[in-house]
């Protein structure tokens, strides 16, 4: 739904900035085992945000995004490591269980729509060894800010301020131009949200509904954790979570049996 924000030289050179968050440090150490001298595949790598730790802990790394000004700057960046130009909701470039460890980080899965996401996450379990982890983050649909719209910010400088006008009109013209793309139903939302300045269109779940579309698809998820790098389970209070990271196995369907 956004590969051309993806595309843009300023967003990837903002996402070469980023760090790894506190929960993705707590799940590489707790899995560690998982990585180590393993076969990875860094979904949504970006500019490699993850693609340092990864590399160095696994034996065999492959780094792939959609976006191809991403897989630019990885290969620019990390020389001797594999990066493919890809989709996720077709991988035929990979066999049947290639990989020990799959990461879709930073909310990847959350630019496709409905159908490419299901289509996904058929094709990561396909791709994945009988027990391998899954580890990605999603949007929280149960945040309390899930849902805004632009808001005009003042500054006493002019120069701020004016910078601050040029935000407001940027946002207001995004928001009127996606808002009547956005979905709501019981299972999931895709949400015109703050994100740069409303030019996406980004899918929301809860924790219950994901949890049932993992299971659907193949997978148990055993850990869920906040923004903060809180566990989770069902029952725990989200609100201030903006998206919550989940841990998967990879376990055979019903139809697979």
């Not at 290639?98 to 289509?119: C, P, Q, T, V, W």
């Not at 040029?166 to 895709?190: D, G, P």
């Not at 148990?220 to 209070?237: K, Q, R």
Request: hydrophobic share 35%; proline share 1%; aromatic share 12%.
């Amino acid at each position: 739904m956004n590969k051309r924000n993806y595309e843009n030289k300023g967003v990837v050179s903002s996402y070469i900035k980023m760090t790894l968050q506190n929960p993705e440090v707590m799940i590489l150490v707790k899995h560690r085992e998982s990585i180590v001298d393993k076969h990875v595949l860094d979904i949504g790598c970006g500019s490699g945000r993850t693609t340092a730790i990864l590399k160095n802990l696994s034996s065999g790394y492959i780094g792939l995004d959609y976006s191809l000004e991403m897989v630019e700057s990885c290969r620019k960046r990390f020389e001797n490591v594999r990066f493919i130009h890809g989709d996720v909701r077709e991988m035929s470039e990979f066999e049947d269980g290639a990989f020990d460890y799959i990461m879709f980080s930073f909310n990847g899965l959350d630019s496709i729509n409905h159908e490419g996401r299901l289509k996904g996450l058929r094709e990561i379990h396909r791709a994945l060894k009988q027990d391998g982890l899954f580890v990605f983050s999603s949007h929280n649909r149960n945040h309390r800010y899930a849902i805004s719209r632009p808001k005009m910010e003042f500054s006493t400088t002019p120069c701020k301020q004016a910078g601050n006008l040029m935000k407001f009109f940027k946002s207001t013209c995004n928001r009127l131009r996606n808002k009547n793309h956005q979905v709501f139903n019981e299972q999931y939302a895709i949400i015109n949200d703050v994100a740069h300045n409303y030019a996406m269109l980004t899918y929301y779940i809860d924790k219950e509904n994901q949890i049932s579309q993992l299971k659907d698809v193949g997978f148990e998820t055993i850990e869920m954790y906040d923004t903060f790098g809180n566990t989770l389970n069902l029952y725990s209070d989200d609100k201030d979570s903006a998206w919550i990271y989940y841990v998967a196995r990879k376990i055979n369907r019903k139809d697979d049996t």
